[in-house]
Antibody, heavy 113, light 113 residues
């Protein structure tokens, strides 16, 4: 059974940093591109970032470019999202996923003073 | 970036009646090497991550009831529920995964009339 389990969410002040992790199991993690998507409270889905299977290439939404960094450790079957210079508008549930099939349950990030 | 325009924003349909949701991409999402359109449909219920219904525009995921269908014509995509059931109340999203950054439609909230 495929499992994607996010962790690392929480409350952080504006301007702060946070690192999300996503532990993957049940599929060949190192063979797949991986992604982060977020959903602000009561809002729609927003694509955040992607990384190729070997980690060589990354892509970001304009809203997070320069502030967020996606990375992975294939030896640990883990995906990461390093978030810095956080803003109140970054408040959302962050999902780790292997598009289009598998989604994690999400982790809530709240940016507030 | 490819823009996905989904309509309507909300929809109220009587039980047993047909529901139709549309999604239009601003450019082709056809991957010529396999002749597939990289368009997915998701169903999201409150407090849950999105659930994949269709990929490649019209390939139904195992376990999805056959009252759900996906179709396409050029850059226009349609999700149809032939006979609405109470369990179908949810928000539905389209996603293009042809070109990064991948992009979602804004969502359609489906309710019972």
């Amino acid at each position: 059974e495929v499992q994607l389990v996010e962790s690392g969410g929480g409350l952080v002040q504006p301007g702060g940093s946070l690192r999300l992790s996503c532990s993957a199991s049940g599929f060949s993690f190192s063979s797949y591109d991986m992604h982060w998507v977020r959903q602000a409270p009561g809002k729609g889905l927003e694509y955040v970032a992607a990384i190729t299977s070997n980690g060589d290439t990354t892509q970001y939404a304009g809203s997070v470019k320069g502030r967020f960094t996606i990375s992975r450790d294939n030896s640990k079957n883990t995906l990461y999202l390093q978030m810095s210079s956080l803003r109140t508008e970054d408040t959302a549930v962050y999902y780790c996923l292997e598009l289009p099939r598998f989604w994690g349950q999400g982790t809530l990030v709240t940016v507030s003073s | 970036d490819i823009v996905m325009t989904q309509s309507p924003d909300s929809l109220a349909v009587s039980l047993g009646e047909r529901a139709t949701i549309s999604c239009k991409s601003s450019q082709s999402v056809l991957y010529r090497s396999n002749n597939q359109k990289y368009l997915a449909w998701y169903q999201q219920k409150p407090g849950q991550p999105p659930k994949l219904l269709f990929y490649w525009a019209s390939t139904r995921v195992s376990g999805v009831p056959d009252r759900f269908s996906g179709s396409e014509s050029g850059t226009d995509f349609t999700l149809t529920i032939s006979s609405l059931q109470a369990d179908d109340v949810a928000t539905y999203y389209c996603l293009q995964y042809y070109s990064a950054p991948y992009t979602f439609g804004q969502g359609t909230k489906l309710e019972i009339k």
